[in-house]
């Protein structure tokens, strides 16, 4: 939903196709092995008409290595056997260990045309899914420069553990390689390994870190919500010198703004002298996920007197202000006005945004409307957006309707919805409804529960914990703290314990207990316990936050003075002297 200019994002392995070469390698001649059906390849050939090639020899294979060459012989015996084993001259057919010494010789040529060449080829032979294959050809397009193809094709790479120790084997790594190790792992959702990667690149003398690694690293400590180690990449480019381009200013707003510091998004948003629409867009984005959607709005209608057109992606973020906020009014003349003032089509996300802010506002029958007549399919994102709202209004009958249109789409598109009915029977106490939802979830591979994940950081770690969560080392210190932290605020802030998320028909207790254990309140424990009194604490959170742990937050950062961001699936809350920013309506 934040637009970021980062690397050009990776084509479908089905799609991408390197560049045809003007000077393509000679074709082999028709022998019996090239008669028989190449092995499947993932990525077929280019629907481009390929041009007839010439029997001679590439001029390109014929220039010998240049002088900087560790090995001149051994690089053009490689491409002279290589192009033997093309004309038929050897008993062997050309397969992954000789496509990959042969684009490995191409890296040190005068150009990357015979690499593209090879590339072809390798998609042809079905080869291009070999680790070592892909690591060449990442090789060869880094040592030209070619940013786009290296980063594609470490996109593509299936054995990410094994790209990374080649990565580490790669005898001339540059900015273009670690630009792509380091968004590859971002990519992958491996926030940690992404940091790690680029303090390594600090440390080293091979290359700078340049524009890409920059966003590609921001991004991480956004995801993540490391915002103390964001903060010092921001002080790393401030100290640095260089000029905050475009694609910087918007990493940045992006990553205060995901790890709750939305003052410092908005000191950085102000700061950028010539504002394009991805800074705008960022800090639209920013305020909806803050729950500012007033500010979200006023800013939306400053971009547009400043004679800066929206986009679909702009327009997505603030109707998103306004479903936050509860915006009816300006969300729906701005979805009404998207084709008649910015000529753009509303789709299928536009209208789940509004969906889900007529949803929250309890308009429950209009929403369903909507639903029902777009001109555009509705995918499963919006029906379970209807139910979210059916369980939060407490609709048991329109939520079996919309349930029941669910079960058109496969298991892993409406995954989540099954739980939603089944706390919606729990709340309304029709526990053997529940409980056959719950049988339904059993037999269906996809719709069980996605366990309650949480993160916070604390002295520049980042620190995971899972409901009922055993793996941590001070997990019994942890637990005694969060104890003493419930029976506190149950006595001095007037927390009671909300119970009606848990979907088993249980004595209250184990109602009682099995709320107490959820991710956040771990993470708010071992934070009281970690941190310096008095400031603030970030949480990330993978799920939404229940009624409960939102009542909890409230009663404790009133009974310890303290500042509570917790920043869920949909959006942050900051808590703070017993009151939280949403107003209680998320």
Same mark, same amino acid.
């Given at each position: 939903?934040?637009?970021?200019?980062?690397? #050009?994002? *990776?084509?479908?392995?089905?799609?991408?196709?390197?560049?045809?070469?003007?000077?393509?390698?000679?074709?082999?001649?028709?022998?019996?092995?090239?008669?028989?059906?190449?092995?499947? @390849?993932?990525?077929?050939?280019?629907?481009?008409?390929?041009?007839?090639?010439?029997?001679?020899?590439?001029?390109?294979?014929?220039?010998?290595?240049?002088?900087?060459?560790?090995?001149?012989?051994?690089?053009?015996?490689?491409?002279?056997?290589?192009?033997?084993?093309? =004309?038929? &001259?050897?008993?062997?057919?050309?397969?992954?260990?000789?496509?990959?010494?042969?684009?490995?010789?191409?890296?040190?040529?005068?150009?990357? *045309?015979?690499?593209?060449?090879?590339?072809?080829?390798?998609?042809?032979?079905?080869?291009?899914?070999?680790?070592?294959?892909?690591?060449?050809?990442?090789?060869?397009?880094?040592?030209?420069?070619?940013?786009?193809?290296?980063?594609? %094709?470490?996109?593509?790479? #299936?054995?990410?553990?094994?790209?990374?120790?080649?990565? !580490?084997?790669?005898?001339?790594?540059?900015?273009?390689?670690?630009?792509?190790?380091?968004?590859?792992?971002?990519?992958?959702?491996?926030?940690?390994?992404?940091?790690?990667?680029?303090?390594?690149?600090?440390?080293?003398?091979?290359?700078?870190?340049?524009?890409?690694?920059?966003?590609?690293?921001?991004?991480?400590?956004? !995801?993540?919500?490391?915002?103390? !180690?964001?903060?010092?990449?921001?002080?790393?480019?401030?100290?640095?010198?260089?000029?905050?381009?475009?694609?910087? =200013?918007?990493?940045?707003? &992006? %990553?205060?703004?995901?790890?709750?510091?939305?003052?410092?998004?908005?000191?950085?948003?102000?700061?950028?002298?010539?504002?394009?629409?991805?800074?705008?867009?960022?800090?639209?984005?920013?305020?909806?996920?803050?729950?500012?959607?007033?500010?979200?709005?006023?800013?939306?209608?400053?971009?547009?007197?400043?004679?800066?057109?929206?986009?679909?992606?702009?327009?997505?973020?603030?109707?998103?202000?306004?479903?936050?906020?509860?915006?009816?009014?300006?969300?729906?003349?701005?979805?009404?006005?998207?084709?008649?003032?910015?000529?753009?089509?509303?789709?299928?996300?536009?209208?789940?945004?509004?969906?889900?802010?007529?949803?929250?506002?309890?308009?429950?029958?209009?929403?369903?409307?909507?639903?029902? @007549?777009?001109?555009?399919?509705?995918?499963?994102?919006?029906?379970?957006?209807?139910?979210?709202?059916?369980?939060?209004?407490?609709?048991?009958?329109?939520?079996?309707?919309?349930?029941?249109?669910?079960?058109?789409?496969?298991?892993?598109?409406?995954?989540?919805?099954?739980?939603?009915?089944?706390?919606?029977? =729990? +709340?309304?106490? !029709?526990?053997?409804?529940? *409980?056959?939802?719950?049988?339904? %979830?059993?037999?269906? &591979?996809? /719709?069980?529960?996605?366990?309650?994940? +949480?993160?916070? /950081?604390?002295?520049?770690?980042?620190?995971?914990?899972?409901?009922?969560?055993?793996?941590?080392?001070?997990?019994?210190?942890?637990?005694?703290?969060?104890?003493?932290?419930?029976?506190?605020?149950?006595?001095?802030?007037?927390?009671?314990?909300?119970?009606?998320?848990?979907?088993?028909?249980?004595?209250?207790?184990?109602? &009682?207990?099995?709320?107490?254990?959820?991710?956040?309140?771990?993470?708010?424990?071992?934070?009281?316990?970690?941190?310096?009194?008095?400031?603030?604490?970030?949480?990330?959170?993978?799920?939404?936050?229940?009624?409960?742990?939102?009542?909890?937050?409230?009663?404790? +950062?009133?009974?310890?003075?303290?500042?509570?961001?917790?920043?869920?699936?949909?959006?942050?809350?900051?808590?703070?002297?017993?009151?939280? @920013?949403?107003?209680?309506?998320?």
């Amino acid at each position: 939903m934040h637009l970021l200019l980062r690397l #050009p994002p *990776a084509a479908p392995r089905s799609s991408y196709h390197p560049p045809l070469s003007p000077h393509p390698l000679p074709p082999p001649p028709l022998r019996p092995f090239l008669r028989r059906p190449w092995p499947p @390849s993932p990525c077929p050939p280019s629907p481009r008409p390929l041009r007839r090639r010439r029997r001679r020899p590439s001029r390109h294979l014929e220039r010998p290595p240049p002088a900087h060459s560790k090995s001149p012989s051994s690089a053009e015996a490689a491409i002279l056997l290589f192009r033997r084993l093309l =004309a038929g &001259e050897c008993p062997a057919a050309p397969d992954k260990y000789s496509f990959t010494f042969a684009i490995a010789a191409s890296s040190r040529g005068p150009s990357p *045309a015979a690499g593209e060449a090879l590339h072809s080829l390798a998609v042809i032979a079905g080869v291009l899914s070999d680790v070592f294959v892909g690591n060449s050809l990442i090789n060869m397009y880094s040592a030209f420069g070619n940013t786009d193809d290296a980063q594609r %094709m470490f996109d593509e790479m #299936p054995l990410r553990d094994v790209a990374e120790a080649v990565f !580490q084997e790669m005898p001339r790594r540059n900015e273009v390689s670690w630009a792509a190790m380091v968004s590859g792992y971002v990519k992958a959702a491996r926030f940690s390994d992404a940091l790690r990667c680029f303090r390594v690149l600090l440390r080293g003398e091979e290359a700078e870190p340049n524009e890409a690694v920059l966003v590609s690293v921001l991004s991480a400590c956004a !995801q993540s919500g490391a915002l103390e !180690q964001g903060k010092w990449v921001h002080a790393f480019i401030r100290r640095s010198g260089s000029p905050v381009s475009s694609a910087i =200013a918007t990493a940045l707003v &992006e %990553m205060y703004s995901r790890c709750g510091d939305i003052e410092c998004a908005r000191q950085v948003f102000d700061s950028v002298p010539r504002r394009g629409l991805p800074v705008w867009t960022s800090m639209v984005s920013g305020l909806a996920l803050h729950g500012c959607g007033g500010a979200a709005v006023e800013l939306f209608r400053r971009m547009l007197d400043e004679g800066v057109k929206p986009d679909d992606v702009a327009l997505l973020g603030v109707l998103n202000a306004c479903s936050h906020s509860g915006l009816v009014e300006e969300g729906c003349a701005i979805f009404d006005n998207m084709v008649s003032s910015w000529g753009i089509s509303p789709k299928v996300e536009h209208y789940g945004c509004l969906v889900d802010l007529l949803g929250r506002a309890g308009r429950l029958r209009r929403a369903l409307e909507v639903a029902a @007549s777009m001109p555009v399919e509705p995918d499963a994102a919006i029906w379970r957006s209807l139910l979210s709202a059916c369980r939060i209004h407490g609709d048991v009958r329109l939520a079996e309707l919309v349930a029941s249109r669910l079960a058109c789409y496969p298991p892993a598109e409406r995954g989540g919805s099954l739980v939603l009915l089944s706390n919606l029977y =729990a +709340s309304a106490r !029709q526990w053997d409804e529940a *409980a056959s939802v719950r049988k339904k %979830m059993a037999a269906v &591979e996809g /719709e069980g529960t996605v366990p309650g994940c +949480s993160l916070i /950081e604390i002295d520049g770690a980042v620190h995971e914990f899972l409901a009922t969560d055993r793996r941590h080392p001070c997990i019994i210190t942890i637990r005694a703290k969060l104890g003493e932290v419930l029976a506190r605020v149950r006595a001095e802030g007037g927390y009671a314990v909300d119970t009606s998320g848990v979907t088993f028909d249980l004595e209250d207790e184990d109602k &009682e207990e099995a709320v107490a254990g959820h991710s956040e309140k771990l993470a708010v424990a071992f934070g009281l316990m970690s941190l310096q009194p008095g400031g603030p604490m970030r949480i990330v959170k993978n799920l939404r936050i229940c009624e409960d742990c939102h009542s909890a937050m409230k009663a404790i +950062s009133l009974v310890f003075h303290r500042e509570i961001l917790v920043r869920d699936k949909a959006r942050f809350h900051a808590f703070s002297s017993g009151c939280c @920013s949403c107003g209680d309506y998320w």
